[in-house]
């Protein structure tokens, strides 16, 4: 028999007789504590185990790190529906349908969403510069019965602004 097919012999039985064992619970010690022991082999140096768990504990870290950056209410990272623009921390969207106020609303209300709202100066000027270039946008203020009142479509009353 060649050298080569000898060995493969040897390393056949081997196998077959770890694989039998451990079927039958007689495995070898080294077999069960630190896998599979080819002879002629260098066993494991100590500083791989070492390398893995600090791989190990790495990734956990990480891990941890991702969850909490991405539950943190104190996020300033907001992503908006596709084709919705991100102006500050506000989601705009803007038809390119031609509706009436009311079809308006609703098709808000059909994106889980409402008419804008706006709250300050500043927004004021925001949703300009998102308007560009539109002729008529619908705003989410309305009058409300009795009195004729305006309100915004949130239920929160227009508030002049100074």
């Not at 140096?45 to 790190?65: D, E, K, Q, S």
């Not at 969850?67 to 038809?95: M, N, Q, T």
Request: proline letters at 7%.
């Amino acid at each position: 028999m060649h050298k080569e097919q000898r060995g493969e012999k040897v390393w056949r039985c081997f196998w077959e007789k770890c694989v039998k064992e451990a079927a039958i619970g007689k495995a070898a010690p080294n077999v069960i504590r630190r896998g599979v022991e080819f002879p002629g082999s260098p066993p494991c140096p100590w500083w791989h185990r070492i390398a893995v768990g600090v791989g190990w504990t790495g990734n956990i870290v990480l891990t941890i790190a991702v969850i909490a950056l991405g539950v943190w209410e104190g996020s300033k990272c907001k992503l908006c529906p596709r084709d919705w623009l991100l102006h500050g921390d506000k989601c705009y969207w803007l038809s390119k349908e031609s509706k009436d106020w009311a079809g308006s609303r609703d098709d808000c209300l059909w994106k889980s969403s409402h008419m804008l709202v706006i709250q300050n100066w500043e927004e004021m000027a925001s949703i300009q510069n998102v308007t560009q270039g539109v002729n008529c946008a619908w705003i989410g203020l309305k009058v409300t019965p009795p009195g004729g009142k305006w309100t915004w479509v949130d239920d929160s009353p227009l508030d002049p602004m100074p």
